[in-house]
């Protein structure tokens, strides 16, 4: 079956082109700058797996990564060992370790999203003992593979409900899933987020004395989106050009539409300064 599991995994890892779809790509160097140990960078995908997850989870965001930053910033030589295994990069390198189909739980470079569109999720107040233990969970995965269900699993959701019933369809997001449910990319970083006791989007039960009851979610139950909702990751995002922001709106020099192709001009319009009536009363 192993011919077969390759022909799948490339098929639904194809970034098929869509005609008129644009993405805002991000500025990774500014995200770097910026990024702490345990952020988790979630990703806009193009691929076919990506767009069921986007059905799915009604998200744009389809992968997550778990930023650990260079080998050469963690204090524990043991883990730098342990990464050094899957990686021989240089050591000042920006690093995240993050499952995909048809690979396993691998760690490379943050610098091959260049031309993605990337929302760095922060855990609030996480301390750096607790980031650590995170980064050291994450670690602990590397070479795992990715479950062969769960590429059959995917390839179920391209099929129409014609083709497919949809009783025979996986359950591998619904809500009561049990066995059949598999790991998806953000499920790892669920799992290391566990270890540090860290909330992503817990069932929390108000009691009548004013109290909360605090339950855990089932990490085989985690997407992406659920550390953009989450109350307890803060969403820092990074457009292309990071003074396209910082200069101001009145500072930008808008152009006309007309430059754009044929694909891209029904997205973006023209529309003319019309002065409101404060302006006007403005004037001297």
Not at 115 to 121: C, E, G, N
Not at 231 to 260: C, H
Request: aromatic share 10%; with cysteine.
């Amino acid at each position: 079956m192993s011919w077969v599991q390759q022909i799948i995994t490339r098929f639904l890892n194809a970034e098929p082109h869509h005609p008129g779809r644009v993405i805002p790509l991000s500025d990774v160097s500014a995200l770097t700058r910026e990024a702490r140990r345990g952020d988790v960078i979630l990703v806009e995908g193009q691929s076919r797996v990506s767009d069921v997850i986007r059905w799915v989870t009604l998200s744009p965001w389809t992968h997550a990564a778990l930023y650990i930053g260079a080998l050469s910033d963690l204090p524990d030589s043991k883990l730098r060992s342990e990464i050094q295994n899957f990686y021989q990069g240089p050591e000042d390198e920006p690093l995240v370790i993050e499952s995909f189909l048809g690979q396993g739980t691998i760690v490379q470079p943050i610098k091959v999203y260049e031309k993605k569109h990337l929302r760095l999720a922060r855990p609030k107040g996480l301390t750096q003992i607790d980031a650590l233990r995170v980064t050291e969970y994450a670690a602990s995965r590397l070479g795992a593979a990715y479950d062969v269900r769960q590429i059959f699993d995917l390839l179920r959701f391209l099929f129409p409900w014609f083709i497919v019933p949809r009783r025979w369809r996986s359950s591998l997001f619904h809500r009561n899933s049990g066995a059949n449910t598999r790991t998806v990319c953000s499920t790892m970083i669920a799992e290391a987020f566990g270890r540090a006791q860290f909330p992503i989007l817990p069932l929390v039960i108000r009691l009548e004395d004013g109290s909360s009851r605090f339950y855990r979610r089932n990490p085989k139950l985690c997407t992406p989106s659920h550390f953009d909702y989450s109350p307890y990751f803060e969403i820092i995002k990074y457009p292309l050009l990071s003074d396209a922001v910082s200069t101001g709106y009145e500072q930008i020099s808008w152009r006309s539409a007309s430059e754009l192709t044929p694909e891209q001009q029904g997205l973006y319009v023209d529309l003319d300064f019309e002065p409101s009536l404060h302006d006007i009363e403005q004037l001297p």
